[in-house]
């Protein structure tokens, strides 16, 4: 089973910056595409980030510009840099599967991340 860890979050002014990491604990990280979500107070988790097996990314509009999603397969980590924070960037941030993917990890506990403006 395979084990999900986000770290790196905590609380920055706007216009700060932060670097989410995602460690997998096994398995064939390097096949799937994964990718970043985030679930800010009361809305429900939406995706920020994704990054295909072949590292190709794509980003929501809302990130675009700011964000860099990156990977290193033989850590089975990902990264999130994530640059020019908004107080609109505050929320968990998760890693798992990209959308699409079959049988998605289990959820790990998320860090977070708060923006002050």
């Known amino acids: 089973q395979v084990q999900l860890v986000e770290s790196g979050g905590g609380s920055v002014q706007a216009g700060g910056s932060l670097r989410l990491s995602c460690v997998a604990s096994?398995?064939?990280?390097?096949?799937?595409?994964m990718a970043w979500y985030r679930q800010a107070p009361g809305k429900e988790r939406e995706l920020v980030a994704e990054?295909?097996?072949?590292?190709?990314?794509n980003y929501a509009d809302s990130v675009k510009g700011r964000f860099t999603i990156s990977r290193e397969n033989l850590k089975r980590t990902m990264y999130l840099q994530m640059n020019s924070l908004k107080p609109d960037d505050t929320g968990v941030y998760f890693c798992?599967?990209?959308?699409?993917?079959?049988?998605?990890?289990?959820w790990g506990q998320g860090t977070q991340v708060f923006v002050s403006s």
């Open positions: 798992n599967k990209a959308p699409g993917a079959p049988n998605f990890f289990d």
């Open positions: 096994a398995g064939a990280f390097w096949i799937n595409a």
């Open positions: 990054i295909s097996n072949q590292r190709a990314t």
